[in-house]
């Protein structure tokens, strides 16, 4: 569960990482799309960060052991 709990924390911190750099060049992050902005970065990266980080502190009062 401590594994399960780890990697979700650092796809999180993998998408923010994406998110600033996606600021700064949208093409970087978003070199499949036919326009890239800044706002699509926003919800793109900004979304799957939130939820990831949603779901670890979600694991984190989920206890399987009992």
């Given amino acids: 569960m401590d594994f399960l709990r780890q990697l979700v924390l650092y796809i999180s911190l993998m998408c923010l990482l994406f ?3 996606g ?3 949208p093409w970087a992050m978003l070199w499949w799309e036919h326009v890239q902005n800044r706002r699509k970065v926003i919800k ?4 799957i960060g939130l939820i990831c980080y949603a779901i670890y502190w ?8 009992d």
């Avoid at 793109?44 to 979304?47: A, K, M």
């Avoid at 979600?58 to 052991?65: S, T």
Wanted: proline content about 0%; hydrophobic content about 55%; charged content about 10%.
């Fill in 23 to 25: 600021l700064y060049k």
């Fill in 44 to 47: 793109l990266y900004g979304t």
């Fill in 58 to 65: 979600a694991l984190y009062f989920v206890d399987l052991n």
């Fill in 19 to 21: 998110l600033f750099v």
